[in-house]
């Protein structure tokens, strides 16, 4: 595969940053090793790019506005897990919460959604938002990951 091909397909893997395809292009890897290659290349990024990497994801139960803003893969994952039929109490909940961790930590919190119900997020949120800022930042991480392996296996 060029290296267009392969960012074109792979580079979604990790939300809006294809930088990390382009590191693991032109190895000699198979599938089942692109996502261990692929987490080696973001564990290896300095602080700045991981956090720009964490900064990437979107908010969760966004307003329906901002739906459009996010990658198809994020559309997805967060109406499986029913965060377009929060209740008013749940968006409330939702809004007040992403702004509150975005003000502690420096940016969203990520979970990989799939296979958890609304009610399960919400109160992972709650519970994570009492973490602290080194704790969060290497839990955030590992969702990322567990994340891009979700979508490789989607598409692999």
Request: hydrophobic share 40%.
């Amino acid at each position: 595969m060029t290296r267009a091909e392969f960012v074109k397909k792979y580079g979604g893997i990790y939300e809006h940053s294809p930088w990390v395809a382009e590191a693991v292009h032109g190895t000699q890897i198979s599938i089942d090793a692109l996502h261990p290659a692929m987490q080696k290349v973001v564990d290896a990024a300095d602080e700045g790019r991981k956090i720009a990497l964490l900064r990437a994801h979107p908010d969760l139960a966004c307003a329906p506005a901002d739906m459009t803003k996010l990658t198809a893969s994020s559309q997805s994952e967060q109406a499986g897990a029913g965060l377009k039929e929060c209740t008013p109490e749940e968006f409330a909940e939702f809004q007040k919460l992403n702004t509150d961790y975005k003000k502690k930590f420096g940016f969203p919190f990520i979970i990989a959604v799939t296979g958890l119900t609304r009610r399960d997020i919400l109160e992972a949120f709650r519970k994570r938002i009492n973490n602290s800022k080194p704790a969060e930042f290497e839990t955030a991480l590992a969702q990322v990951h567990k994340i891009a392996l979700i979508r490789l296996k989607k598409i692999a």
